[in-house]
Nanobody
Framework: QVQLVESGGGLVQPGGSLRLSCAAS????????IGWFRQAPGKEREGVSC????????YYADSVKGRFTISRDNAKNTVYLQMNSLKPEDTAVYYC????????????????WGPGTQVLVSS
């Protein structure tokens, strides 16, 4: 069973940056595709970014392309989401999720989830 824990959320002003971390225990994350999702109040959970397990290909939602960067540090068994130029509409609870096979934009394709970390973008 993959156990994931997110960290790095917080309050930031518009235009600011945050780096979210997704740390794993019990497994080697390198073997998993890791997705970042977010859910704002009253909205459905949406995919933000994903890094594949095979060749570390990266994928981004149009809304974050050019502002967010996903990466993994195998030595630390951690995946990161660097978020720059943050906007109020980025406010949400951010989750990381693991899948044994492929990246996907569908939350139901991911079997393991962290508890989430809150990101609030406000002046």
């Amino acid at each position: 069973q993959v156990q994931l824990v997110e960290s790095g959320g917080g309050l930031v002003q518009p235009g600011g940056s945050l780096r979210l971390s997704c740390a794993a225990s019990g497994v080697t994350l390198d073997y998993y595709a890791i997705g970042w999702f977010r859910q704002a109040p009253g909205k459905e959970r949406e995919g933000v970014s994903c890094i594949s397990s095979s060749d570390d290909s990266t994928y981004y939602a149009d809304s974050v392309k050019g502002r967010f960067t996903i990466s993994r540090d195998n030595a630390k068994n951690t995946v990161y989401l660097q978020m720059n130029s943050l906007k109020p509409e980025d406010t949400a609870v951010y989750y990381c999720a693991a899948d044994r096979y492929l990246c996907s934009w569908h939350p139901t394709d991911f079997g393991s989830w962290g508890p989430g970390t809150q990101v609030l973008v406000s002046s």
